[in-house]
């Protein structure tokens, strides 16, 4: 069974950082690329940033450049790295793997998704 497993979403303040986690089960995800959405209460899905199969390759919303960092260690952990972070980033992050696009229909497998909320 593929699993993604998204962890280390929380409670932060303004201003602070989080590091997202995703680590994959079942069977590796070398040849994907890896990506990350997030989805506030009423609002549609919207990508965050992906990262190439081999890793170099990185790719952003515009709004995020700067503030997010996505990175790979390897066909199975993919991390965002969260700076700044505003209360408008409040959110389900998902972790997803597929298709190199920032479209989340390219994607084929999804994790369950981690809640991260950002006070005021």
């Known amino acids: 069974q593929v699993q993604l497993i998204e962890s280390g979403g929380g409670l932060v303040q303004a201003g602070g950082s989080l590091r997202l986690s995703c680590a994959a089960s079942?069977?590796?995800?070398?040849?994907?690329?890896m990506g990350w959405f997030r989805q506030a209460p009423e609002k549609e899905r919207e990508f965050v940033a992906a990262?190439?199969?081999?890793?170099?390759?990185t790719y952003y919303a515009d709004s995020l450049k700067g503030r997010f960092t996505i990175s790979r260690e390897n066909a199975k952990k993919v991390y965002l790295q969260m700076n700044s972070l505003k209360p408008e980033d409040t959110a389900v992050y998902y972790c997803?793997?597929?298709?190199?696009?920032?479209?989340?229909?390219?994607?084929?497998?999804w994790g369950q998704g981690t809640q991260v909320t950002v006070s005021s």
């Open positions: 997803a793997a597929g298709r190199w696009s920032r479209s989340s229909d390219s994607y084929n497998y």
């Open positions: 079942g069977r590796t995800f070398g040849n994907y690329a």
């Open positions: 990262v190439s199969w081999s890793g170099p390759g």
